[in-house]
Structures are given as C-alpha cells and as structure tokens.
C-alpha cells in the first residue's frame, strides 16, 4: 500500500497535469482536429512544461538552489514557479488561439492563476501542494468539458476524483505536506479553472 501511495505522487506528477488536460479535450471534443494539429500542439505541450522544466531542475540542482525535485524547502520553489508562470504565458501568447481553441486557452490561462497564486504563497513562505494544484485543476476543467459538450464522461470524472483521494492520501503518507497545504493546493487549482469558465463556457 505505502508503493501504491509513493508511486501516485509520481504518475501524478504536476508537470504531466496540463498534458494530461490537454489530452482528454483532444479524446472528448466533437468537434474535427487535423491530427498533425494535435501532434504539433502535444510536441510544443511537452517541450514547454514538461522538457524544460526537467532541464532546469537539473541546473538548479547543480549550482545548488535546489536540493531534490520535491522541492521540500519552500525557499527552493520561488524560481521553478517564476519559470512555470513564464512558460504557461509563452504557450498562452503562442500556442492556443482564444478564438480558435477557447477550452485549451482558458485551461491554461486557468493554469498561470494557479501557478501565479503557488508563487504568492511562496513570497509569504507558505508551501501549498503543487500535487493537488494540478490533479483539482484538471478535474475541474474536465467536469467543465462535460457540460460545455453535453457529453458523458463521468468514468474520466470518476478517475479524476480518485486521482485527487490518491495524490492527497500519497502526499499526507509520506509526509511531504500537512493537511491545510493539501487544502490550499486543491483552492489553487480548482477555483482559477471553475473562475474562468464565465470566459468560455
């Protein structure tokens, strides 16, 4: 049970979180995407907040700002979540079109009041779960896709809700966080999804 619980903390980790929203509005939409659309779309989705991050998290280790890449120490998260928001913005500003991709644009203009948020906390040396951030984020914009298309995907809903019990409980065991930073996390990431639905939905 305890490598259950330590293995949700990494197949639920908060890099994989805008991919992984980005996919289920690929698989859900009814409307038609050219699939080297999609390709294209996925490869920049994963250079941008997956590759990159990854890159710096190993030169910050080698100069020594910071230790692991839970980033434990509250201090080590000021330059990963200043990077985070700048690369959300970058892929606002040349990724997703509001016009042409509405869901995906306020997904991830969703994602920037997240990670901005993270960043205010940090300033004020309060660590919220980045975790449960991402997993409530993509749960709440799922939910959102479900209304917005009149579709039913309530067994992707029903994973998503398992997965946020799974990245908590994983987060709580391993002591990584207190249960008001698991709280926080949740606030951060679902409520910027569910404020920005007024521009989409």
Same mark, same amino acid.
């Given at each position: 049970?305890?490598?259950? %619980?330590?293995?949700?903390?990494?197949?639920?980790?908060?890099?994989?979180?805008? %991919?992984?929203?980005?996919? &289920? /509005?690929? /698989?859900?939409?009814?409307?038609?995407?050219?699939?080297?659309?999609?390709?294209?779309?996925? %490869?920049?989705?994963?250079?941008?907040?997956?590759?990159?991050?990854?890159?710096? /998290?190993? &030169?910050?280790?080698?100069?020594?700002?910071?230790?692991?890449?839970?980033?434990?120490?509250?201090?080590?998260?000021?330059?990963?979540?200043?990077?985070?928001? *700048?690369?959300?913005?970058?892929?606002?500003?040349? !990724?997703?079109?509001?016009?042409?991709?509405?869901? %995906?644009?306020?997904?991830?203009?969703? &994602?920037?009041?997240?990670?901005?948020?993270?960043?205010?906390?940090?300033?004020?040396?309060?660590?919220?779960?980045?975790?449960?951030?991402?997993?409530?984020?993509?749960?709440?914009?799922?939910?959102?896709?479900?209304?917005?298309?009149?579709?039913?995907?309530?067994?992707?809903?029903? *994973?998503?809700?398992?997965?946020?019990?799974? !990245?908590?409980?994983?987060?709580?065991?391993?002591?990584?966080?207190?249960?008001?930073?698991?709280?926080?996390?949740?606030?951060?990431?679902?409520?910027?999804?569910?404020? !920005?639905?007024?521009?989409?939905?």
């Amino acid at each position: 049970m305890k490598h259950f %619980l330590r293995f949700g903390a990494f197949a639920l980790h908060p890099l994989l979180m805008p %991919l992984l929203g980005m996919v &289920i /509005y690929y /698989y859900v939409t009814p409307r038609f995407v050219d699939s080297s659309v999609i390709q294209s779309k996925v %490869l920049a989705i994963l250079i941008i907040t997956l590759f990159v991050p990854i890159v710096t /998290y190993f &030169i910050l280790k080698n100069v020594g700002w910071v230790t692991n890449i839970q980033l434990g120490d509250v201090r080590e998260r000021k330059i990963p979540l200043m990077l985070q928001c *700048l690369l959300v913005l970058l892929i606002i500003k040349t !990724v997703f079109d509001p016009y042409d991709n509405p869901e %995906l644009y306020f997904f991830f203009v969703g &994602i920037l009041f997240s990670a901005f948020s993270a960043l205010l906390l940090v300033l004020f040396r309060v660590k919220a779960s980045l975790h449960q951030m991402g997993i409530a984020g993509v749960t709440m914009f799922v939910i959102a896709l479900s209304i917005h298309f009149k579709v039913n995907i309530l067994p992707w809903i029903a *994973l998503l809700l398992f997965a946020n019990g799974w !990245v908590a409980s994983s987060r709580l065991s391993t002591r990584a966080h207190t249960f008001p930073e698991i709280v926080m996390g949740f606030v951060i990431g679902f409520f910027p999804q569910l404020i !920005v639905l007024n521009l989409w939905l």
